[in-house]
Structure formats: structure tokens, C-alpha cells
């Protein structure tokens, strides 16, 4: 996967005629999926891509000596993705009577990049949540890495009361081995049809509407073993909030070449961390607000949930 793959930035800029400005509020509203990567899918609704296993053995050798050849290993992976629909319907005469302000066509902008802007926090919910187990795709709590508490990619902060748990996200993007977004292949992924007018039920009978047509195959692609870590289990308990040693143990499972370039958590999970740093000033004064851990920078959204059911060991 190569590093300048576009961004949802990239693909909604292709989709509507919007200034930089407006870009930049859509994306705000997701900013984990406004940094992903974007790859199409490999076929249709379903992707298929090389998961490397391990590495060949390589080695010395003397003069006269030989060595037994060796090769890489991989796994194919198939991820299938799930169809997100942000068609959206407005009633023609109030879009009409936008005269003044550039119009119907100005009203079904706002409308599309509002309907565009809410793709994308559903986008990144699923991501982060699985929120939808039955129409969406699996989501990273779901992901055989991740859903376990003896997992290796799994730290657990110790929390104990039951539906109180959030989860912290360190992940890889931007390289063969990391994260990235799919979609189902098409020139432009967040598209949005030409507006039709068509009569649509509204309050007593039927009235003329613009109907906008909207939607995509969506999915996600993990790229190995080691793209993400997950910290678990982060509860209010004492003990069980967020601290910079979760974090390094967390970065401590990914191999040196494969260290996560961002760190994702909730608005929660990162006043218990700079709470953490707080205990241990020198001066006592608050910490500042936290924007990376040993330069890997921070991500908040609220799509992280804080009433997660905790992680179990087996039996538990």
C-alpha cells in the first residue's frame, strides 16, 4: 500500500464543489477516517488482500558452506464491506425558496454535506465500535487480534465495574503493513446523484421533493498482525484509567518496524491521561492538555464508546 493513497478529504473534494474551509468541517466530524488511507476494493463488495505471516530466514555463510533456502509467508484475507447509503430527500418548495441565497441548488449542497459529514461519524463508529454486527463490516473490537483478553495485541488497564469500559486504539497507517479504509470501486466513492424531483409523502398527502441519491461499499483493511493494539478494560476504577505506561506497553507489542503512528481514544480517556501527568509534576501544576505520546500524535473522537463490556479472561 503505498503512503499517498487518498483520504476521505481527497474523496469528498471529488464529490462536491466545496471550498477548503467547508472540507475541513466535514472531516472534523471524523477525524479517525479523515486520515485513513483509501484503497478500492479488490472485488466488488468483497476485498482480498496479503496478510504477511513472517519473514524468510536469511544467514551467514562460509566460503565453502551453503544454507537450505527459505521464503516469506503469507495468509490472504477476505474482508467483505457493507453498503453505507446517504440518500437524502428535501421538499421542493422550501428548497426553492432559498432564492436569496443562491438557491435550490445552494439548499441541496448544504443538505449533501451534511448528509456526507454524518457517512462519515457512522463511518468511523463502525470502525471503532462495531457498532452494526449485522449490516456493517467488522469493526477493529471485533477483529480476532483485539477481541481477547489474553490477545497479544491487547493491554488491559484493569477496570472492574461492568459497562464502564472504553478502549484506546494505537495504530499503523500509511505503509504496506498498515490500516487503510476500502471501498468498492468507482471514480468517485462519496458521489452524490443529480438531484430528481419526485412526489414523495409529506405530513397529510403527497408532495414534490428533490431526491438526492447517495451511498457506497465501505470496509476496512487491518494489513497485519501487528497494525493495531488495543488498551482495554479503561474504566474510572482506581488504577484503571489511562497512563502513559499503558500506552508504552501497548507500543512495546508492535515490532521496531512496525510502530503505531497514531494514537486514537475519547475525550475521557485523555483528561485520565493528562490527570496521570498531573500526579507526577515536579511542580504539582496541571499538565497541559495531551497531544502525542513520545511524538505519535493523538486522535479524539467521540465515537469511543465509555459503557463497553469489559474483556474477560477465559472462564471469567
Known amino acids: 500500500m503505498a503512503s499517498n493513497l487518498p483520504t476521505v478529504a481527497d474523496l469528498i473534494a471529488d464529490a462536491l464543489d466545496l471550498s477548503g474551509a467547508e472540507i475541513a468541517l466535514a472531516v472534523s466530524s471524523a477525524p479517525l477516517?479523515?486520515?485513513?488511507?483509501?484503497?478500492?476494493?479488490?472485488?466488488?463488495?468483497?476485498?482480498?488482500y496479503v496478510w504477511k505471516v513472517s519473514d524468510p530466514a536469511t544467514e551467514f555463510i562460509s566460503e565453502t558452506g551453503g544454507r537450505d533456502f527459505d521464503h516469506s509467508v503469507d495468509v490472504e484475507v477476505v474482508s467483505r464491506l457493507a453498503n453505507l447509503d446517504f440518500s437524502h430527500a428535501v421538499r421542493k418548495s422550501t428548497a426553492d425558496a432559498w432564492r436569496n441565497r443562491g438557491g435550490a441548488k445552494a439548499y441541496l449542497a448544504r443538505e449533501g454535506l451534511r448528509h456526507i459529514s454524518s457517512a462519515m461519524r457512522v463511518l468511523e463508529s463502525q470502525i471503532l465500535n462495531n457498532t452494526d454486527a449485522s449490516d456493517g463490516f467488522p469493526g477493529l473490537p471485533s477483529l480476532n487480534t483485539l477481541d481477547g483478553f489474553h490477545d497479544a495485541m491487547v493491554v488491559s488497564a484493569g477496570g472492574t465495574t461492568a459497562n464502564t469500559g472504553s478502549s484506546v486504539y494505537l495504530m499503523r497507517l500509511g505503509d504496506e503493513d498498515g490500516a487503510c479504509g476500502v471501498f468498492r470501486g468507482a471514480a468517485k466513492p462519496f458521489e452524490l446523484g443529480e438531484p430528481t424531483v419526485q412526489s414523495m409523502?409529506?405530513?397529510?398527502?403527497?408532495a414534490p421533493h428533490y431526491h438526492v441519491a447517495g451511498g457506497g461499499w465501505f470496509g476496512m483493511q487491518q494489513g497485519g498482525a501487528y497494525t493495531v493494539s488495543r488498551i482495554a478494560n479503561l474504566t474510572e476504577d482506581a488504577g484503571a484509567t489511562l497512563t502513559d505506561d499503558l500506552i508504552y506497553d501497548a507500543i512495546s507489542r508492535h515490532p521496531a518496524e512496525h510502530e503505531p503512528n497514531l494514537v486514537v481514544m475519547n475525550s475521557r480517556s485523555l483528561e485520565q491521561l493528562r490527570s496521570s501527568r498531573t500526579a507526577t509534576n515536579e511542580d504539582g501544576e496541571p499538565a497541559p492538555r495531551p497531544?502525542?505520546?513520545?511524538?505519535?500524535?493523538?486522535?479524539?473522537?467521540?465515537?469511543?464508546?465509555?459503557?463497553?463490556?469489559?474483556?474477560?479472561?477465559?472462564?471469567?
Open 201 to 206: 409523502e409529506a405530513g397529510d398527502g403527497a
Open 33 to 48: 477516517v479523515s486520515r485513513l488511507p483509501f484503497v478500492e476494493s479488490s472485488n466488488g463488495k468483497f476485498h482480498e
Open 291 to 316: 497531544t502525542d505520546v513520545v511524538g505519535i500524535p493523538l486522535i479524539i473522537t467521540d465515537a469511543i464508546r465509555d459503557d463497553e463490556p469489559l474483556l474477560h479472561p477465559p472462564g471469567i
